[in-house]
């Protein structure tokens, strides 16, 4: 029932949490521990707009592909912190070919180290800190002084002859 009205749901994100169709797919265990993870990792890191239209991208994907193999690139894909419906599709699609999450299986270091984010999504969140990480500009300022060389080079326009105008006028 929820599939009839993702498209719509899609230009109306505002509309999926309270929505009658959620509610029968939550019941029906259609929409999962897996579905509302997501989610929620989706709209903390994109907003709820944003999230929500992500998450309707992931249900999307159940039109074409197994539930079994998109809950595994749910899974797979909150493994490394992202909350992208393209890295859900291609993690789904390695789960349909066999691949097992021990794939993404590192030392375990440090758990930021394993995230997967998007440098825009990073910029857009705190942009302070992206330019803070950067490394000071030592170059100098751009100038444009070499510019005014080239209006000294410039040849004056040649004065038009009013005579030898009007002369071609009649012709």
Known sequence: ???HYLEVLRHKPGAFPGSTALAKAREQGVFTAAHEAFWQESRKVNGDAVGTRELIEVLLLHRTMRAADVIGGIRA?????AVSADVVAVEARLHAGGATLSRHHVEQRDVREQR???LTQRRLTDPKAVIA???PDRRPLPSVAHYDELLKRRQPAAPIDPIEKEGTTNT
């Not at 894909?77 to 912190?81: D, P």
């Open 116 to 118: 997967v984010v998007s």
């Open 1 to 3: 029932m929820l599939d």
């Open 77 to 81: 894909a909150l493994t490394v912190g």
């Open 133 to 135: 990480g950067l490394p």
